[in-house]
């Protein structure tokens, strides 16, 4: 090692244990000491690629935590240790001109970028680092910082070794509940089997497990005609997942240039369309509220507040179930950047507990931050169903006085929509290749995520079912059927294909356009959507509805809910914990999405067993104490599986149903509801 690097490793601010270590790192490398030659070769170097938008090299994480030299008596003398050295640009921005036009030959909108090398909330270049744990974070700063000089600022954070953090008292409770909770599940199901004491309405996995996978196949129940929504409901939380999966920008990323040249291609937009899913779920909870709320024919007041309380019950409970659970992956999932996430996971916890419990997160601009950022939707939708819920109670026998003030409320929050944006640098939808990392960030704050967006999808639902209640046996020409199956297929296609010029070009548009488009964007779809709905409810969708109606898309509808929570922190929690840079490449990230869908059901589907279906239990036993005295069957739904007779489950959108001789509640959790068999009075039916 050169006499000039070593004076000014010496020279850096450092504690004296630290110094001690870097004098032995030195005088190993002098003598080529097999542990000092791994530290160096599990360092990064540069990030290879870096004018294509390759912003990280990893270096080797286990090569250099598995890196430990003892002494004869066993103790230890050397232990390598994993560290994140972040490199961002000092104040002095000049040199990015002479560098830019080698950017050039990857896109030529390279140059519009600029902003995302400079912005201070972005965390620069990522280098994994291997050094002596003589050493902390601060003192590898120092370090780094005193070899750098001025021409950069350097952060290094997330320090790791190979020692064994144990299991802290919190993770020892959840594992001590999830062992008793599996062990009662487990003897539960054993004992009703092995005893011959089987029925129908019993308690267990295999019970609740058949529940997913049953469907309705009696055509006459009021249901049937409403099995097209397992299918649509299964394609957009597809189309949600593989969205997030192009979404999900990490350091680890590579060539993410990529994304300049596959959108500006429209078959690429077909991505953009998990956007469009989400108001697609919005619009189904209004839909499938008014359906059901309106067969219970009790007080009003009473139905109201036990149907928010349960609806509130059954779409946190599993919420917060899966973020107990999530304080157990340090103990089985770790990484380069793991340490990060759970910071920034713990974090948020600490500081946003209150916003999930009173649902309120999605008033709440810092999603920068966020491990689960997902989780504005479930806050958006239960917003909804209270003023939806309270409007229809309060004038529940004038359908036409309803109506009007669902349309007045659509309009008026698109007015907001556009009014939000007007004179600012937010976009009228998401558009994630902006070339200014704030816009992004404010359009999904200060717009996206408020219910002013989406509110016209949601109320939407509720007029296309008074639509189908009093036009859907009306006689409609094929020439009318055909005119307006192609007035849907225009708006649906051009809400997404229109946004392409927002892809291609960074110039910002005419104000006239930008607030346009803010306004009119979410009624198109939703007149996209609710003919889809009405044709499909009335008999009138032919071939489509034969297709969403596919027995195969029931119990993967059913489990909907539980992937939504699950799949979003699966996939950052995932780029955390790559020992390798990722390609950004229509393959990879197709395929990583079919790889997170399995996951996800996987998880989902335990989710139900040990959470939704035990909380469907519960619930009936509080709210549900008097029963016909003839076998009836009701439907509670919760993570999207319907159960019969004794309980719970649900769809995404969670909804339930109730019936008694003297209750008759509903409530529906988050997503897109589904009705259960306490819809149809006369006949037993499952959607």
Partial sequence: MGNGLARKLLQAEVSTEC?????????????????????????????????????????????????????????????????????????????????????????????????????????????????????????????????????????????????????????AWIIGYLAILAAVIVAATGFELLTENWDKSSKNALSNTRLILSVNKDKESETYSYRFMHGIRFLSIFWICLGHSYGTITENITRLVNALHYFERWETLIVTAGYLAVD???????????????????????????????????????????IMCMYLLPLIATGPNSKEFYIRFYAEMRKH????????????????????????????????????????????????????????????????????????????????????????????????????????????????????????????????????????????????????????????????????????????WSICVAWFVFACSTGRGGFVNRFLSWNGFVPLSRLSFGVYLIHSPFFILMYNIARERIFFSHFTLVSQCFAVMVWSYILSYFLFIACDAPTGHLDKLVFMRERRKEPTRSDVMANGVHHNGNNNVGDLPVGFIEEGPIKNYWTVPPSIGSCGDGCCTEKSCRL
């Avoid at 009473?302 to 899966?322: D, E, G, S």
Wanted: proline fraction near 2%; hydrophobic fraction near 45%.
């Fill in 280 to 322: 697609s779920f919005f619009f189904f909870s209004g839909f499938l509220l008014y359906y059901t709320i309106i067969k219970q024919k009790r007080n009003r007041f009473v139905v109201a507040v036990v149907a928010i309380i349960r609806r509130y019950i059954r779409a946190t409970v599993p919420l917060f179930f899966m």
């Fill in 19 to 171: 110094s001690l270590g870097v004098l032995k790192f030195m005088r190993a490398i002098q003598e080529l000491e097999p542990w000092a030659m791994r530290l160096i070769d599990s360092t990064a170097k540069y990030p290879n690629g870096m004018l294509q938008a390759s912003t990280a090299d990893l270096g080797a994480y286990d090569e250099c935590i598995e890196t430990v030299v003892e002494d004869e008596y066993g103790d230890v003398k050397v232990r390598g240790q994993y560290c994140n050295v972040h490199v961002s640009l000092g104040d002095d921005h000049s040199f990015i001109g002479d560098i830019l036009p080698a950017f050039f030959y990857s896109h030529r909108r390279t140059q519009n970028f600029t902003s995302y090398v400079t912005d201070k909330r972005l965390p620069g270049l990522r280098l994994g680092v291997c050094f002596v744990n003589s050493c902390n974070a601060k003192d590898l700063t120092n370090i780094a910082q005193t070899l750098m000089g001025n021409v950069a600022k350097i952060v290094v954070k997330n320090c790791v070794t190979n020692e064994d953090e144990g299991i802290s008292n919190a993770q």
């Fill in 353 to 524: 507990w209150w916003d999930l419990l009173f649902q309120l997160r999605n008033w709440r601009a810092d999603t920068e931050v966020s491990t689960m950022p997902h989780l504005w939707y479930l806050s958006a939708d239960y917003q909804f169903f209270l003023v939806a819920l309270i409007i229809i109670q309060i004038f529940r026998t004038r359908k036409w006085l309803i109506a009007l003030i669902f349309s007045v409320l659509s309009l008026v929050s698109c007015g907001i929509a556009a009014w939000q944006i007007y004179g600012t640098n937010m976009t009228p939808f998401l558009v994630p290749v902006a070339s200014e990392f704030s816009t992004v960030l404010d359009t999904l704050n200060h717009y996206y995520m408020l219910p002013f967006y989406h509110g016209v999808c949601y109320f939407s639902g509720c007029l296309t079912f008074l639509l189908v209640k009093k036009y859907g046996k009306a006689k409609i020409s094929k020439m009318i059927q055909a005119s307006l199956w192609c007035i849907s297929l225009f708006c649906g296609l051009y809400c997404l294909f229109m946004k392409i010029e927002w892809y291609r070009s960074s110039e910002r548009a005419a104000e006239s356009k930008r607030v346009f488009y803010a306004f009119t964007d979410r009624i198109l």
